[in-house]
């Protein structure tokens, strides 16, 4: 493949040019100061917290008058102690009080009305949070708003999801002489740890829904993108029952397993590492007795076939690779082109992603921006060095070029089975590349891979995109025709296969994840009819309810 002379190479010295000096930061985005939180919220108070904190510095680095360059400290957060989230959990295990307590017995308008003055408050808190979110992640200014936008509009959609389903259910059914009323339940406690490359939407798309359901709720923020809740934790406060929304803060392994151990939690979500997982659910005495709601790692394969639209697969694997950096379990991690069109394929590539803008997160149009998480860097160089080492090139000019915390995007090529990036997610700006002769290769992989999220098919030809659909959807949880691998629309069931996810998310599918269907039942007699009657007209029951919610 020929590289275009006109596009230039990224040097250290260039990247290095979009890390200036704190005073370039227009007004409009720098955060009102360093937020250092030193409370937290359990059993129905903002706790005082005077032990150890954790100092949270940004992506975002700044020149110092030495020359050096130092990423910005923003604040900090407790980091309490096992003690500390055992008095939370107890909490949340009172106010659950076996399914007696204010909370779960409240009829699904109350828990409605409480969930929609919590968003309000919420809503208020948007500029803060969404700063927050940019300086803490690196995440662009227009992605972060996208963010916080996309979350309110999940919240109001879940609502209006359980008051279709209420009033679905606010009616008896009668089978074989008997009388009966379905309705969905909570489960108990729900211990809610999400991730931090969309650390408030993914958090809330389990949060809210397992919240409205009835459920209680321990809440631990996730390592990066911690800040960005501290805005929000009164809210919870003045909006929800005491106990019903208990945060704990602290390192994972120091705090987790005892919460695990103490069979108490009846309901684990966590949005991260199918290891993690793994490892917290044998942890439960009560393996049975758990739920699991998970969305964990990926691979998604991109198949990109000889009767494809070559500038449409470009453009697609550009977007589902490099959005937010690559760091998003639904990017697309691993690229098949059919031989006779990779050459093409790997051209048109390096000049799209050589348009995309790199800069610090505020810039306007900005699309690559550096990365939170420390050690990515010195990763994602190990996995360049790996490939290069078994026989691939970096094809694009100054691709993987590092500077500080940020990384330019490197196309890989030829990715072979020897390699790291052929197997392991990256997280991060590598787009690996495989040629393949026949369409029966790419579909080993995807059979072979302990993955099982999603795939992208780019093909013109209906035969084929057909043979591909059907041994591809017994592999994943969704299979993408001409179009990046992705989230949304959240309606649609969002889940995986193997060991990228147990459970089904969507505005939907999380109502019932977080929830098990009860039923109150009856012979139909004329005892039992007035019965009932009695117990409905005088509202005496707000589970036994005919009353329709609008």
């Not at 704190?22 to 939180?37: A, T």
């Not at 211990?191 to 798309?205: A, D, K, R």
């Not at 990066?224 to 406060?237: D, M």
């Not at 500038?311 to 690779?321: H, Q, W, Y």
Request: aromatic letters at 8%.
């Amino acid at each position: 493949m020929e590289v275009d002379e006109k596009i230039g190479q990224v040097t250290v010295e260039a990247l290095g040019s979009i890390f200036g000096s704190e005073s370039d930061v227009p007004v409009e985005y720098r955060l009102p100061g360093e937020v250092h939180q030193r409370e937290y919220l359990s059993n129905g108070f903002m706790k005082a917290w005077n032990g150890p904190a954790h100092d949270v510095y940004s992506p975002v680095a700044f020149v110092q008058p030495d020359g050096s360059y130092q990423r910005k400290l923003i604040g900090s957060y407790p980091v309490c102690t096992e003690k500390e989230a055992l008095e939370a959990l107890e909490a949340a295990v009172t106010a659950y009080g076996n399914g007696r307590g204010q909370w779960p017995t409240m009829g699904v308008d109350e828990r409605i009305k409480c969930v929609e003055h919590f968003t309000q408050k919420m809503i208020g808190q948007k500029d803060l949070v969404v700063k927050l979110i940019m300086w803490e992640i690196g995440k662009s200014w227009a992605d972060s708003v996208k963010e916080f936008d996309r979350t309110v509009e999940y919240i109001y959609a879940t609502i209006d999801a359980l008051k279709n389903l209420d009033r679905q259910s606010s009616r008896f059914e009668i089978e074989q002489g008997i009388v009966a009323q379905v309705r969905r339940s909570p489960l108990g406690v729900v211990l809610c740890m999400g991730p931090f490359n969309y650390p408030l939407n993914e958090t809330f798309t389990t949060l809210i829904p397992a919240l409205i359901m009835g459920n209680t709720i321990l809440f631990k923020p996730p390592k990066h993108g911690t800040l960005l809740f501290y805005p929000l934790l009164e809210a919870f406060r003045a909006c929800f029952p005491e106990g019903v929304v208990n945060t704990v803060y602290g390192r994972g392994h120091a705090i987790v397993p005892a919460l695990m151990k103490s069979g108490h939690v009846n309901v684990l979500t966590l949005i991260g590492s199918s290891k993690v997982a793994d490892e917290l659910k044998k942890l439960h005495p009560k393996v049975n007795r758990l739920r699991a709601i998970l969305g964990l790692d990926a691979k998604n394969a991109a198949i990109i076939t000889q009767n494809a639209d070559l500038k449409l697969a470009v453009d697609e694997t550009v977007l589902g690779s490099l959005s937010f950096n690559g760091q998003r379990c639904t990017a697309l991690k691993i690229i098949f082109v059919h031989r006779s069109k990779v050459d093409a394929f790997l051209e048109q590539l390096t000049q799209a992603v050589s348009k995309l803008k790199y800069g610090m997160p505020w810039e306007k149009g900005v699309a690559l921006t550096p990365l939170p998480e420390p050690h990515k860097p010195a990763y994602l160089k190990e996995c360049i060095d790996d490939a290069v080492a078994n026989g691939a090139r970096v094809v694009n000019p100054g691709g993987g070029t590092a500077f500080e915390s940020f990384v330019y995007p490197g196309i890989l090529y030829p990715v072979n089975e020897k390699m790291k990036l052929y197997r392991e997610e990256q997280f991060g700006p590598l787009i690996p590349v495989v040629a393949f002769d026949d369409l029966e290769e790419p579909i080993q992989y995807i059979i072979e891979s302990t993955h099982g999220q999603q795939v992208s098919i780019f093909s013109q030809d209906a035969g084929e995109v057909a043979s591909l659909i059907d041994p591809l959807v017994n592999q994943v949880s969704r299979v993408n025709i001409n179009c990046q691998c992705q989230r949304g629309p959240d309606v649609f069931p969002f889940t995986g296969r193997k060991d990228s996810a147990e459970g089904t998310l969507s505005v939907v599918d999380a109502l019932r994840s977080f929830s098990i269907r009860s039923l109150v039942a009856a012979k139909l007699n004329d005892n039992n009819k007035q019965l009932l009657n009695q117990i409905v007209s005088e509202g005496e029951s707000n589970f036994l309810s005919t009353k329709f919610i609008f």
